[in-house]
Every structure is written in structure tokens, then in C-alpha cells.
């Protein structure tokens, strides 16, 4: 007989992983090097430790250790705010009636609101083991500075933050957050670094990119001794960390016997679907069992299910090294009425092999209908989800009543990757009907993608 | 050999509370009765329904019945967000190297961000078994008016909020998490009701207080069919409502053997004090154990260390009962420097008695102290606390660095009422250094205290 699953799973301490998964280990085509930029070759780890830390440049380029320790100091902050919630979504089965069976696994009980914090806390120690001062990073929206600011404040580290500028003044309250933590927050471009100097003079009264704060940071990383830059997405060590949720996730599970038949995922850089699918995708190329996995992306910003499978370059001022990866050319910027993350012109290089080599289903889906299902969420699961985790939501519940109307009682897991409570002036647009969607046109799409470096 | 305590306990689902409890049962001196405004006398079941659903006015007039069975509904709904963890705060403890034990019980893990949504919900619900067809209230910073709406919506009742002016126009994020959760929310002093009209032209552009919006709220509810007022605080139908913090934590302490010596809790209207301490305090009054309970509260709104025990009105419009309880006299209006809540002029009747019979300790603190703990316990702990919250994080952290000096392992449980996402206004003034403190003179309360009105 089964047992009776709770509104809730949550694991012991004692259950909780002692390991990172790296799929990339079982992953019969591994993900294509990425590049350094100045010789298109393959970078190695001394070329990447002048940016990166070394343990995190070394995790970055491990694509054959399945299973890595996580140090026991991480392991002990992770205790503070996991195990994350495996949460069984009664109440939302109900009310749509479907015969689905809905899982969520809710990533937004920690200050950062986001998964942000598994890896932000990771890289840090990294940084705090190998005697540095500080970090820099870039964040737009704010969760990843947040948390990261949050980490480095526990190690006693000083953290760095370039705030993308319209961020920076229209979302003050985030820029407090991370101001509490002790992070300095510098509007980007800032007159502070030799590009933030040369973007102002260039374009007078800009507001910034993302693109221009990754530059930013890195230049700041690499001027200043004890320092070293750090990213929040789309890395190979990144969805390392972040395999923490799909371990769990498994784990929780394999507790009370539940098979999931399908998982489902937002994805902007990947690391949040990579962490969550990493041990599911990793039974597949097993052959231990079968899922299907599904990457949710909006449509404004579409590179699985629109891109090009290419090198690109990682940021749009072409520092970083190059990664084969879906892309929509790393100009592409999502139109101006898109709300929210998700917003990266490329994929992690390790969801974009898995779904070139059909592991993983990707479907896109436009912004209107994502609130729509947020606001749904939150009146009947009572958790005001972020943007970003709606998107998983809108697909979990079209999932959930295509099942109502074929009779099939599928198990669904999505991940709930954090709460909304900082993007309310995105549902204040929503809640005055002003929400538009956008999609962008193939002419679009084509001219961005004719600027792809030439990599033979 | 005493079980090795995890860094957050939770209960099994199967350990959640099946009833409420109510500590004015086990009281020798029973909270004074509270009166009909229109003739001082004490007040019947049915005089108070015409402004309460009845289940609930019931439930404030009972103070025989030890413990009320909660429905399955409302437990159905506690089971999306509870039970809440009691943390062990290894890390504040190791910061501090304190020899004291800490825990804290979090509430924030839910939408509306607070314990509020403990009595948001039962109160939801016996309106909604009434057939009522919605409720009113009112909502100052906001946390209660996101609960009701969050419990509205959940049960199908419309939920008219009318929020102070002065937060509606600073607080849009609060704002709009209650619309997305479909309530109405309303500026007060508003135009709709005859109170809020007569307002409007006596002071033109005035910016509203809570205590006009609770008149217009109780107008609107009792000049609309099927609808009834509801509150946050201050009553014992909340205190009865909360006790499922205090429940659980008792339990949760029980389960690893910790007998706690201390209990700390912030108090404005005492809903969470009372819902934390009321299982406690209830052991004390039958004599089975003994524990210190510390409420704490702003110097800049005293009501227990320096107000009067007394009848008082419940509004500042006057049109509620009046109840014996320390207070400041309803005109009372914290300094404009007050950030947070807790600006409740007097404090639960029946946390009044008990801290009269000498059963709990009160003391104040100002608020820079307040911020100060705030933000150590927020890099420490990794959660952003409210500035309510941190009224009891203060004397936590007082109270564990004497233990250090005396070295004694004193067991301290306080607790944590919510986070302070939506109260970054506050942080940033504090993060600025242009927080300030201000403790009313003793002139200024007994102008205040000469008004109270006269009772027999």
C-alpha cells in the first residue's frame, strides 16, 4: 500500500545530498568546449582562473566526474534554508479538476527569493577557500545579486554588484536588499571602470544592458588584486550546484514511491531546468528510466525553439569565452514590454546538447498567458510566484488539462523556482490589463543570428 | 541520550494541531468583559453580530471553553503553508558565542509574509459558512490586508480593504499583491462612505490614519447586505486563532525533549505575542511548568510599560466596544519617525491581564536597535526579518549575550513573525544611517491618557 502523501515532502537532514550530479559525466555527446575568445581554442583552467576561481574554473571544464562532495561548510548552509518543499499541489488539482497528479518543487523560501542562493553560496566558499577578498558579478532583475550578496556576506566577503542602471532605479527595493547585506551596488555603466566610461561617453544618458554589466564586472574583477568575477546562469558549474533541487527532488520521490511521467521547467540561462533535470536526464542517458522533460522559455526570448545551435559568444561584450549552445546571437535583446528574466540570448551549453540530442522537449509561451497562470497559482496554491516560475506553471497546468480531457492521470513535477514579491509592478501591469506580448519576427531573429562569430 | 536537534523542525502533518486553544479558560482573572460602546454595558453574542459573523463573535465572548476544534477546512489551508519550522539558530548562536540555545519560530513562509494568515483564513472561513458574500476591513502597512485577501479569495468572498492613504500611495507593491489576490482595495479616507466623506471635508488632503479606515471599514460593512468587518489584532478571536504558532511550537519542542526558559515575542496588538505564548502561559497558569515570556515593544508606542490599564475605545472613530486593556488612549499616534507596525495604541485584553497578573515581562526598544539586530540577524540567519519581527530578534540577542557573560545555556524561543520584503523603505533609511529614534514624553501620554473615557 502506498503511503499518504503530504501537502508537503520535506526530507531530513540526514537525506539530503552530500554530492553535485554532473550529468555532463553520463552524457554520451558531451557539451562542445567553450573557447577562449582571444585564440578560439578550447580554454584551459589556468587560462580561465584570472576570472574565475580555481575550483570553480576546474568544475567548469570537468565533464567526466559524476558525483562531486559538497563541502561540508556549504552543506551547513544549505541546512539553513533546504531542504526546499517537494510540494504536492492539491488544492490546484482540485480546482482544475484533472486527474493529474501535480508536484512542485519551491525554491523561494530563502531572503533571495530565488535557487539563485545554491550556487551564489558555492561560489563564494570557493572564493573564501582560496583566500580572495571579494567577487564581482553583474545582476539585472536582482535575484542572482541577491543572493549572491547574501553569500558572500556569510563568508565575510566583499561583493561587488553592477546593476544594470534602469534596474538599479526602478527597482530600489532589491538594491536595498542587497545594501543590507553589506554589497556595494553600482549603477551600470558606471563611470567606475575604462568600458562603463566608454559606454557613457558613446551613448550619453543610456540605461544599460545586461551585457555591459558582465563587462563591467569582469574588468573590475580583473583590475583589482583578490578579486574574481562570478555568474549566476548558463555555466557548467552553476547547474552543478543547482542539481541540489533535482536531488532532492528524486529523493523526495523515491520516499513515498512516486514516479514522475513528466518535468517541467523555466529556462532562461538554464540553470534552474539543469539543476532540477540534471538526475532525471541522467537516468535517461542510463537507461534506468524514462521522463519527458520540458524547458519552458518565453516567447520573446525564444533560443531553444527559435535559435541556432552555434558558438556564441556568453555576454554581449564578448569578454567571456565562447560556448556552443541555442542561441539567438548575443545582440538579441527581448523587446521592451517583456517582463521579467528569462530574458538570456543564449542556453546553457548542457540543456542545449540534451535537447539537440531530443532528452529534452522545449516549448515557448507568451507572457500574457503566464500571468494569467501566476495569478491563478497564487489565489489557489497561496505562493505569489515570480515570472520566471510561471512559465513552468502555464505548462504544468495545459499539461494538467490535457490530462482532464483524455482521462490519464500523469504525474507532473514542475519547478517552482522563487517568488514574485519583487516584480509586482510586472502584475500591477497585468492587474490594469495593460500586458502586452511580444514575439520577435524571423527577420528579426535573422539579422541578430548573421552577427554569430565565424567558428569553424 | 537526547535526539540530535536539525538546524529547522518540522512536524509531521499527522502532529499539526486539531484545535485552537483558549487561554482564558485556565485564567483565574478573566480579561475584562468588553463593552457596547452605546451603553457601556458588557457586550452580547448578539449585539456583535451585526458587525461580526457570528461564529467568530462567539468566539470572542468565550472564555470557558479550554480548546475549539479548528475545521477541516481551515486545517486543509494550513497544511499549504504550515506547519512552520522552528529554526535552531546555529549560526546566530556561534556568531554571538553565546552558550544559549535560540530558536525561533519563522511565519514568514507565506504570501502575505506574516503570521496573519493564521486568523485570515478562520476568520475567511466562518464568513463564508455564514453564506456572507464577502467582508470589509482596513490595512495599514499592509500585511493583514494581504492575508484577508489571500483567505478571501481562497473561499469565493469578496474582501473590501480600505488601506491608509498615506500606504496606498507608498506601499503600491502591497498594493497590488491584493489585487492580484482579487480584493478591492480602497484609499482611506475614501469618498464611498459617509465617515470618509466627512473626513475628506473636514481635512482636505488629508492622508489618512487607521483609525479612520476602521470606521469606514465597520460603515461598509454593516451598509452592505451579506457582508461583515473583520480584524487583524487585538481581539481574542485572533489570540485564538494564533495560538496554532504557540501550539506547534510546543509541540516541536516536546518532540526533541527542549524545555524552553524563556519565550520572546513582539507585541503591537498582541496577536502574535498571544498566539506564541497563550499554550505557555496556559502551563504556567495550571502550575505544570514555569517559563519567562517577554513581550516587546517600540518605545515609541509603550502601551504596556507605559500605559494605563484601562477601558478603552478599540478605534480611534470610536465605534467599536471598548475593552480594558493597556493602552495609550485611542488618540495616540506614534511619532512620524515610527517605521513598521506596531503603532497600536493599546494591546489584547488578554495579554493585558496577563502581563497584570504578572505573568508575562514587557519591555521597549527603540527602533535603531531594532534595525541594528535586524540586519546582524538577516546576514546571519539569511532570512530579512520584519522590523516588527525584530523587535523580539533584539531582545533575543540581548538576552543570549548575557548568557555569555554569565555563562549560563538559557533555552530562548522567540518568534519570528515575518519577513520585511515589502518594508525595504525602512531598511533603506536605516541603510542610509538617517534612521531616528523617538520616545514620547510623559507629557505627551498623559495627554493622550487624560481622554480615555470614563468607565465605572
Known sequence: MSKEIPYKIYLEESEMPAQWYNVRAHMKNKPAPILNPATLQPITVEELTPIFCEELAKQELDDTTPYIDIPEEIREFYKMYRPSPLVRAYCLEKSLGTPAKIYYKFEGNNTSGSHKLNSAIAQAYYAMKQGLKGVTTETGAGQWGTALSMACSYFGLDCQVYMVKVSYEQKPFRREVMRTYGAKITPSPSMETEIG????????????????????????????????????????????????????????????????????GCAGGGS??????????????????????????????????????????????????????????????????????????????????????????????????????????????????????????????????????????????????????????????????QMTDYVPTDAELEESLAKLPKVD
Not at 564586472?217 to 552553476?238: C, D, I, K, M, P
Open 197 to 264: 566610461r566608454k559606454i557613457n561617453a558613446e551613448f550619453p544618458g543610456t540605461s544599460g544592458s545586461l551585457g555591459c554589466a558582465i563587462s563591467e564586472a569582469v574588468e573590475a574583477a580583473t583590475a583589482q588584486e583578490g578579486y574574481r568575477y562570478v555568474l549566476g546562469s548558463v555555466l557548467s558549474q552553476v547547474l552543478l550546484h543547482q542539481t541540489i533541487i533535482g536531488l532532492e527532488t528524486q529523493t523526495a520521490l523515491k520516499k513515498y514511491d512516486i514516479v514522475p511521467d513528466m518535468i517541467i
Open 272 to 433: 534552474n531546468l539543469g539543476g532540477l533535470i540534471s538526475p532525471f536526464a541522467g537516468e535517461k542517458l542510463r537507461g534506468e528510466a524514462d521522463y519527458q522533460i520540458i524547458a519552458v522559455e518565453p516567447a520573446s526570448c525564444p533560443s531553444l525553439t527559435r535559435g541556432r545551435y552555434a558558438y556564441d559568444f556568453c555576454d554581449t561584450g564578448k569578454v567571456c569565452p565562447l560556448a556552443k549552445m541555442y542561441t539567438l546571437g548575443s545582440g538579441f535583446i527581448p523587446s521592451a514590454n517583456h517582463a521579467g528574466g528569462l530574458r538570456y540570448h543564449g542556453m546553457s551549453s548542457i540543456v542545449s546538447q540534451l535537447y539537440d540530442d531530443g532528452l529534452i522537449d522545449a516549448v515557448s509561451v507568451e507572457q500574457t498567458a503566464v500571468f494569467e497562470a501566476a495569478q491563478q497559482f497564487a489565489r489557489i496554491e497561496g505562493i505569489l510566484p515570480a515570472p520566471e516560475s510561471s512559465h513552468a506553471i502555464r505548462v504544468a497546468i495545459d499539461e494538467a488539462m490535457k490530462c482532464k480531457e483524455t482521462g490519464e492521470e500523469k504525474t507532473i513535477v514542475f519547478g517552482l523556482t522563487g517568488t514574485g514579491y519583487f516584480d509586482m509592478v510586472a502584475y500591477q501591469k497585468f492587474n490594469d490589463g
